[in-house]
């Protein structure tokens, strides 16, 4: 019962290098979206995907691209690392059109520092 | 304006004692969603407890509820007879909408720590 999954678990980068942080899901779950979490800041949106080929952006969008080509995967792309991008970054994955009450089911979370 | 209000960075209890935690909101929408994840010191985020903007009752699961007052827009979460394992940060999200898939907005969390 795998849920969301999200590699790798932890990573160090140097400013100005570029990494995917990759995500996928197994419950068949339309809609997906990125999340970073920094201190006293709560969660706050990157990119979200209601659908394969479907994609926008969320209240931070700026230093990260994704795409959606399968149901299943959602990975975040970082162009060009920079310190300001040192958190924890979460996946997340829902139902999209029905079941209202149904949560948004979590990753474990990526811990990124770039130095 | 912040449309999640968590305004107790930190919160004490003992052990078997009921805490709540408080949740504020602010959204024109009159379908919504609200939502209190658990995120212990492993780090990983759990779903407690959910509260649509058109139940008439309060929320339940477990020692889990949820204070809903709709024209306060609150929706505080009340944990009965606390437990050890229960110190962690919790965050109130709204969805707004009436649909699964839409973006959670959280709040910036409230760290309880149960004493014995």
């Known amino acids: 019962n795998a849920g969301v999954t999200q590699t790798p678990k932890f990573q160090v980068l140097k400013t100005g290098q570029s990494m995917t942080l990759q995500c996928a899901q197994d419950?068949?779950?339309?809609?997906m979206s990125w999340y970073r979490q920094d201190p006293g800041m709560g969660l706050r949106l990157i990119h979200y995907s209601v659908g394969a080929g479907i994609t926008d952006q969320g209240e931070v969008p700026n230093g990260y691209n994704v795409s959606r080509s399968t149901t299943e995967d959602f990975p975040l792309r970082l162009l060009s690392a920079a310190p300001s991008q040192t958190s924890v970054y979460f996946c997340?994955?829902?139902?999209?059109?029905?079941?209202?009450?149904?949560?948004?089911?979590f990753g474990d979370g990526t811990r990124l520092s770039i130095l | 304006a912040q449309k999640i209000t968590q305004t107790q960075p930190g919160m004490f209890v003992q052990e078997k004692e009921a805490v709540t935690l408080d949740c504020t909101y602010d959204?024109?929408?009159?379908?919504?969603?609200l939502f209190w994840y658990k995120q212990p010191s492993s780090g990983e985020m759990i779903f407690l407890i959910y509260q649509g903007s058109y139940d008439q009752q309060n929320a339940t699961e477990g020692r889990y509820s949820l204070n809903f007052q709709k024209a306060r827009k609150s929706a505080n979460l009340v944990i009965s007879a606390s437990q050890l394992g229960d110190s962690a940060m919790y965050f109130c999200a709204m969805r707004e909408g009436n649909q699964a898939g839409t973006a959670l907005i959280f709040g910036k969390g409230t760290t309880l720590s149960v004493s014995s």
């Open positions: 419950m068949n779950h339309e809609y």
């Open positions: 959204t024109s929408d009159p379908s919504y969603g």
């Open positions: 997340a994955s829902s139902y999209s059109r029905t079941y209202s009450n149904q949560p948004q089911h």
